[in-house]
């Protein structure tokens, strides 16, 4: 899973370059070749200009216009149509709320029905080491450690790869940037980071969160 970056302390990163950096982009872009992958993520991700990228990856800057326009169109022809920003935020909430109450009426309610969950603890902590996909299946496996998992937890919202996540914290230290990717169809994906080298940065930006 991507690292998370905080968008919230830079209004033109989150409104104007921050979906390149969403989890469901992210996916999409691994179907991609290589240079198209970087080639796409350093324009749009981090405004790299042409000539750069294109001295980064040892092509002609005529060569990187054609990566990032290829790789723009494959993602647009792909990508479900995303909800508002400000929905977005409303599932991940209600997520939150159902997950740490175990509701699986209320987890399978919010999904879609192809949802996958995925964690990254980076072998440092304990984590699921595979992708959780159905939206039954999802739900049952939330409920599971439900008890355990967020007893003591509190929790604050974040913008990091331009949409809002929630830090998830246990005796002031935040363990898991916890988020969600949504569609019409509901929530498409939970994404668990979990990673202690990876929420380093997001753990120090944490005063820009809001808190609920």
């Known amino acids: 899973m991507p690292e998370p970056v905080d968008t919230g302390a830079d209004p033109y990163l989150g409104a104007e370059r921050g979906e390149a950096l969403e989890f469901g982009v992210l996916l999409l872009l691994e179907r991609l070749s290589p240079t198209e992958r970087a080639a796409y993520v350093l324009r749009n ?13 040892q092509v002609s800057e005529a060569a990187v216009r054609q990566l990032v326009s ?46 996958t969950s995925y964690s990254d603890g980076g072998g440092a902590v ?50 898991t940037v916890l988020t969600v990717d949504a569609s019409a169809q509901g929530i498409d994906h939970v994404l668990w980071m979990m990673n202690p080298a990876k929420i380093t940065a997001v753990s120090a930006a944490s005063p820009h969160s809001a808190e609920t």
């Open 70 to 115: 290829r790789a723009r169109k494959r993602v647009l022809a792909e990508r479900r149509t995303r909800v508002t920003r400000a929905e977005q935020r409303r599932l991940l909430t209600a997520f939150v709320a159902a997950a740490r109450s175990g509701d699986l009426t209320a987890l399978e309610e919010l999904f879609a029905a192809d949802v």
């Open 126 to 175: 304990r984590a699921s080491r595979f992708p959780v996909a159905g939206a039954s299946r999802v739900a049952r496996y939330v409920k599971a450690f439900a008890h355990h998992f967020w007893a003591g937890v509190d929790v604050r919202y974040a913008n990091t790869n331009g949409q809002t996540s929630a830090l998830l914290s246990r005796d002031g230290k935040v363990f």
């Open 45 to 57: 991700a981090f405004d790299y200009p042409y000539r750069q990228i294109a001295d980064i990856i």
